[in-house]
């Protein structure tokens, strides 16, 4: 009797079933035979696989059944990604099964037989590396594999048995984890070997144009090795040792790239750090200073590493506590008012050594009677006149001379005070929500071209009075510690908000000097 197995690209193979039984038990080892895993009542006495170069494998069991009336056995496979799934007995008719929810597992529904094949096509098997491909498989019994034509056994693997059948290798394994290697087509010649070696030549130039000063050492080892090796025919270590310092040199630019953001990551976030919270750690400077180090001679996976160190070191560094806003409103106060009183003690002091000077208008001076008719003429022409109708505004310091002479002598009926004209801006001192939020309003017609955030962080600074702590911004928005900074230095160029030092920390302040409420 004939039985047809069917491959994936659609051509048939007919082999005589009797001989693939008799080459199979010919090969696989008694206790292979005999040894199966059993699941439900049921037991592989073998396991044969066929290879393809497309790298799909075609499955077959041969599996013996302990209760052939059993209404249900379950039997599980090899693999997962299962397709073209036959059961038929020893006289090729199909039993019945069904599939459950788990992809590799079968059930039989009284299969009438003691016996049975199960074949099936699978490409769980094999993984590809450029020309090699990789045959993995944990096996609970022997098994028997076939090469595809043309095929070169590059890594054997656990000590196989290998035949020829006709020009293609069949190999035999005892059970456990079996893993071997092969590449199909031609292998070991000079011109293969010349072809990826420059191949490898090409990566590593085009790795050090993306990434200058990167250090590409051991790529450049490798690929003069297989260099020296194809010059000595060795043409198989050549190519082996070209495919090396390709992966090598791809690989060193990837951890290049990757080491120089975790750098640049780590100096943004440290030196943020120390603007906003008082940061003097010797210890995560150091840790930079060896990341960089460490770049600098080519060790980037280590230099990735300690820039993480000192971002995790940064992220367990203890910062100051902050404190309150209106505490620190209450210190500016007092810190005002302490100045305040000094400068009436000191001009306390001034005015017994300094002249007061008499400022009055022509009209305002007191009215003399006949016992003080010796005022001359010339006197009155002494007199201050200003040279427009408005009375200039008088400095502070006059001012406030002007009011302390009126207390002493009490001579004067009226001392004149210029009243300045109303602003048309505020000025940096107590100012309320709405009027911030006016002079914010103006500030983003003015601006449109400020990002969202940066408005909405204005805004949020119009409604804490015109101040607030870098934290209580990070806090509001929720955003990362070096985004919250860029923000605010994108801020102060604008010239819209100015960095204050409080308490070790970094009090961010409106700028409204000038804005127009």
């Known amino acids: 009797m004939i039985s047809a197995y069917h491959w994936k690209d659609g051509a048939r193979i007919f082999i005589p079933e009797m001989l693939l039984l008799f080459v199979i038990l010919a090969i696989v080892p008694a206790s292979a035979q005999e040894v199966g895993e059993e699941e439900g009542g049921s037991s592989a006495s073998s396991l044969f696989i066929a290879l393809f170069a497309n790298g799909d494998a075609l499955v077959e069991y041969n599996v013996g059944i302990e209760d052939p009336l059993a209404e249900e056995i379950r039997f599980k496979l090899f693999g997962d990604d299962i397709t073209d799934l036959i059961v038929v007995d020893y006289e090729d008719n199909a039993v019945e099964f069904n599939r459950t929810e788990i992809p590799n597992e079968i059930v039989l529904n009284r299969p009438n037989a003691s016996n049975l094949k199960i074949s099936y096509t699978t490409s769980d098997f094999l993984s590809k590396d450029r020309r090699e491909w990789i045959f993995s498989l944990n096996s609970t019994i022997g098994l028997s594999v076939k090469l595809p034509p043309d095929s070169i056994l590059t890594d054997p693997g656990e000590n196989p048995s290998i035949v020829l059948a006709g020009d293609q290798q069949l190999l035999t394994y005892k059970p456990g984890n079996i893993r071997f290697v092969y590449v199909i087509g031609t292998l070991g010649t000079e011109e293969q070997a010349n072809i990826v070696i420059k191949a490898a030549e090409t990566t590593i130039v085009q790795i050090n144009n993306n990434h200058p000063g990167v250090v590409l050492t051991s790529a450049r080892d490798l690929l003069q090795r297989a260099i020296v090796a194809r010059d000595d025919s060795r043409f198989t270590e050549a190519e082996r040792l070209a495919d090396q310092a390709n992966d090598a040199a791809i690989a060193t630019g990837r951890e290049y790239a990757a080491a120089q953001g975790a750098l640049a990551d780590a100096e943004e976030q440290i030196n943020s750090a120390a603007g906003g919270t008082g940061l003097d750690n010797a210890v995560i400077g150091q840790m930079l200073e060896q990341a960089n180090n460490e770049f600098a001679m080519g060790n980037y996976t280590e230099a990735r590493s300690s820039a993480q160190d000192a971002i995790a070191a940064l992220d367990d560094n203890p910062t100051q506590p902050e404190i309150p806003i209106p505490v620190v409103i209450a210190a500016i106060a007092v810190a005002a008012v302490a100045g305040g009183i000094g400068t009436i ?31 001359s003429s010339g006197a009155a022409a002494a007199v201050f006149r200003p040279t427009n109708s408005f009375a200039p505004v008088r400095p502070k310091q006059d001012v406030v001379e002007v009011e302390e002479q009126q207390e002493m002598t ?26 911030l939020s006016r002079i914010v309003g103006n500030i983003l017609v003015e601006k449109p071209h400020l990002r969202p955030e940066d408005q909405e962080v204005l805004k949020f600074l119009a409604e804490k009075e015109g101040a607030a702590f870098e934290s209580e911004i990070r806090s509001k928005f929720q955003l990362p510690k070096t985004t919250i900074w860029r923000l605010v230095k994108r801020l102060e160029r604008e010239e819209l908000v100015e960095i204050r030092k409080a308490g070790g920390q970094n009090l961010i302040k409106l700028r409204f000097e000038d804005k127009q409420v």
Do not use: W, Y
């Open 345 to 375: 003690v000191f001009f306390r002091k001034r005015k017994h050594s300094k002249p007061l000077p008499q400022l009055h208008k022509a009209n305002d001076l007191p009215k003399t009677n006949t016992s003080n008719s010796n005022i």
């Open 410 to 435: 009490g001579s004067l009926e009226e001392t004149t005070t210029s009243i300045p004209p109303m602003q048309t801006t505020t000025s940096d001192s107590q100012i309320d929500s709405s009027i």
